[in-house]
C-alpha cells in the first residue's frame, strides 16, 4: 500500500510563497505521476499542477507563472512551490500519485495540507 504524507502548508500574506511537498511510501511500487489539487467549500476538487516521472507538468490556468511542480524520483517526492500568492490561492491542498504496485496499480491521495492566504 502507497501512503502520501504532505507538508509545508500554512499562513502567508498575499504575494508570499509557500513550498508544499509530498512524499510516497511503501513497498514494490514505482510513480507514473504526481499531483496537487485543492479544494474548499464552496468548489469540488481541481487540479492545480501535475508532473510525470518523466518530468511533463501540467498546470491550471489559475496558477501558471506563479506555481511550479517539480518531482524528485529517487526520493519519490513531489514539490509545489507556489509564489506569488493571492487569497483565492486558499484552500486544502492534496496531493495524488498514480503509478503500479504489481500485480495492481495505485491511485493514492494524501490527507490535506491548509493553506491560507491572508489580504
Known amino acids: 500500500q502507497v501512503q502520501l504524507v504532505e507538508s509545508g502548508g500554512g499562513l502567508v500574506q498575499a504575494g508570499g510563497s509557500l513550498r508544499l511537498s509530498c512524499a510516497a511510501s511503501?513497498?514494490?511500487?514505482?510513480?507514473?505521476?504526481m499531483g496537487w489539487y485543492r479544494q474548499t467549500p464552496r468548489k469540488q476538487r481541481e487540479l492545480v499542477a501535475a508532473?510525470?516521472?518523466?518530468?511533463?507538468?501540467n498546470y491550471a490556468d489559475s496558477v501558471k507563472g506563479r506555481f511550479t511542480i517539480s518531482i524528485d524520483n529517487a526520493k519519490n517526492t513531489v514539490y509545489l512551490q507556489m509564489n506569488s500568492l493571492k487569497p483565492e490561492d486558499t484552500a486544502v491542498y492534496y496531493c495524488?500519485?498514480?503509478?503500479?504496485?504489481?500485480?495492481?496499480?495505485?491511485?493514492?491521495w494524501g490527507q490535506g495540507t491548509l493553506v491560507t492566504v491572508s489580504s
Open positions: 511503501g513497498s514494490g511500487f514505482s510513480i507514473n505521476a
Open positions: 508532473i510525470t516521472s518523466g518530468g511533463i507538468t
Open positions: 495524488n500519485a498514480e503509478g503500479s504496485n504489481p500485480p495492481a496499480t495505485f491511485d493514492a
